[in-house]
């Protein structure tokens, strides 16, 4: 049959593809519009297995607060170049994908994929826009977090996102310190919450290194533990948020900042992801 110009700009809007793939598909398909449209996505997921291999170092994070703020989803987008991520379709598509991931309750790239959007799946949704945009998209993470107060924050590049749970809040106004300390996280980059959360093995390492400089240094062989664990202390100081010394006011940690609010205020749980 006769494929007319307006059935391949039809299936052009429907799809977001190419003109030529567009007629391409409807010649294959006979004119029948779902089997072209299926027939597209099959070239997305071609696409997609050809650009397996490419990496998706651009990219936005998406966050929404949902449950008078008690909860707080996170999902990134990642694409390959930064003209994809700065496109109004690309900003939308990411927002869909969270607000799916809301309603699914997903708390993994897992869950989000099996999630719907429109009957489809987002799994499904990922592969079509794969054909559409020609580049590899990515959902590397999707987090759900709980609290008394989650705190969310993105950074002004949109590349690098924060969550912050927090409680003992009281009756306390949480926002805004909450959002400091989600902008510690993100400037810091805090390897734990605090120093029961770090490994065993990095202990190990740290307290090696430690009496090994000091033996460097020509320090007595009985001094290399003492100084060694001095060295470690400063170590956890340095690198758990709790203890970490607040970029606004450096002569107090971040639990003395938050106690300041509301004694007994602190922070459960953090997640930092960044693209790149």
């Known amino acids: 049959m006769a494929i007319t110009a307006q059935d391949v700009n039809k299936l ?5 593809a190419g003109m030529m793939d567009c007629k391409k598909a409807l010649t294959e398909a006979e004119g029948d519009f779902e089997e072209a449209i299926a027939l597209l996505r099959k070239k997305g997921q071609k696409v997609s297995a050809s650009r397996a291999d490419r990496e998706t170092t651009e990219g936005r994070v998406f966050v929404k607060t949902v449950n008078d703020g008690k909860t707080a989803y996170l999902v990134s987008l990642g ?5 994809v ?7 939308a598509l990411g927002e869909s994908f969270l607000n799916a991931a809301v309603e699914a309750g997903a708390s993994s790239p897992e869950e989000l994929m099996a999630a719907t959007i429109d009957g489809q799946s987002v799994a499904e949704v990922v592969i079509e826009n794969v054909g559409k945009i020609g580049e590899k998209l990515d959902i590397a993470n999707v987090i759900k977090m709980e609290g ?7 950074h002004s590049n949109s590349k690098l996102g924060v969550l912050v749970a927090l409680v003992g809040t009281g009756d306390a106004e949480v926002e805004e310190i909450g959002k400091d300390v989600a902008m510690q996280i993100a400037a810091m980059n805090p390897l ?8 065993q093995s990095v202990i190990d390492r740290e307290l090696e290194v430690g009496m090994e400089q000091a033996r460097a240094e020509g320090k007595p062989e009985a001094m290399l533990e003492k100084i060694a664990n001095g060295k470690l202390n400063k170590f956890f100081s340095e690198n758990t948020l709790l203890s970490q ?20 205020l602190t922070v459960s749980e953090f997640k930092r992801v960044a693209l790149g």
């Not at 991520?85 to 900003?91: H, I, L, W």
């Not at 734990?192 to 490994?199: F, N, P, V, Y």
């Not at 607040?246 to 940690?253: A, E, R």
């Open 79 to 83: 694409c390959e170049t930064d003209f």
């Open 192 to 199: 734990a919450l605090d120093k029961s959360e770090i490994s």
């Open 148 to 154: 008394e107060k989650v705190v969310p924050y993105i």
């Open 85 to 91: 991520a700065k496109n109004d379709d690309f900003v």
């Open 245 to 264: 010394k607040f970029v606004k006011d450096n002569k107090k940690s971040i639990t003395q900042v938050l106690n300041d609010v509301n004694k007994g």
């Open 12 to 16: 052009r809007k429907q799809t977001g």
